[in-house]
T-cell receptor
Framework: DQQVKQNSPSLSVQEGRISILNCDYT??????FLWYKKYPAEGPTFLIS?????DKNEDGRFTVFLNKSAKHLSLHIVPSQPGDSAVYFC????????????????FGQGTILTVHP | NAGVTQTPKFQVLKTGQSMTLQCAQD?????MSWYRQDPGMGLRLIHY???????DQGEVPNGYNVSRSTTEDFPLRLLSAAPSQTSVYFC??????????????FGPGTRLTVL
């Protein structure tokens, strides 16, 4: 049972336009959410995160939105650049320290973003 | 500061062989973990460690052993390789398991093929 789902395997966007990557989750115990970016033959790198007490977090061109009632988060990239072409993973974690799930991340399947010049 | 290093980069095994995937970090991180990435599945947690001498199972631990004798190293052992273990393996580390305060850094991965 996939607790974190990225239903779009791929997304193609023109340079300068907005990229919107979506992620849905089912486990109500998740309260911290992260996005990772992965280039071929490299490990994932952390991009941006959001706690469940917020509904939006911005970092430069990247904004993550969280809708807790819908169990949905999205990553917006504005403006998109060719260097943003990569696989994007969303991940979720229960935040409480000391619990059995402390530090464990559950990942979505990933979305391949291609930004065309 | 090399970050998280993994060896080997590529490995081909025959069914039934054993091997150890090496992972090391030089950031004095307490928390280390192993993931496998399969097509259409994202990354799945195999084992993790919250400090030297302490390890625990993740989502898909069967067929894998780990130990953490030092802060720096967290090797992953395949006792008897099976074709279902063909995957890309990533090691990761963070200062603690509280990822709301501590970034998790991933190694470059080991691509394993079991024939």
């Amino acid at each position: 049972d996939q607790q974190v789902k990225q239903n779009s395997p791929s997304l193609s966007v023109q340079e300068g336009r907005i990229s919107i990557l979506n992620c849905d989750y089912t486990n109500s115990m998740f309260d911290y959410f992260l996005w990772y970016k992965k280039y071929p033959a490299e490990g994932p790198t952390f991009l941006i995160s959001i706690s469940s007490i917020k509904d939006k977090n911005e970092d430069g061109r990247f904004t993550v939105f969280l809708n807790k009632s819908a169990k949905h988060l999205s990553l917006h990239i504005v403006p998109s650049q060719p260097g943003d072409s990569a696989v994007y993973f969303c991940a979720a974690s229960p935040q409480k320290a000391g619990g059995t799930s402390y530090g464990k991340l559950t990942f979505g399947q990933g979305t391949i973003l291609t930004v065309h010049p | 500061n090399a970050g998280v290093t993994q060896t080997p980069k590529f490995q081909v095994l025959k069914t039934g062989q054993s091997m150890t995937l090496q992972c090391a970090q030089d950031m004095n991180h307490e928390y280390m973990s192993w993931y496998r990435q399969d097509p259409g599945m994202g990354l799945r947690l195999i084992h993790y460690s919250v400090g030297a001498g302490i390890t625990d199972q993740g989502e898909v631990p069967n067929g894998y052993n780990v130990s953490r004798s030092t802060t720096e190293d967290f090797p992953l052992r395949l006792l008897s390789a099976a074709p279902s273990q063909t995957s890309v393996y990533f090691c990761a580390s963070s200062l603690t398991g509280d990822l709301s305060y501590n970034e998790q850094f991933f190694g470059p991965g080991t691509r394993l093929t079991v024939l």
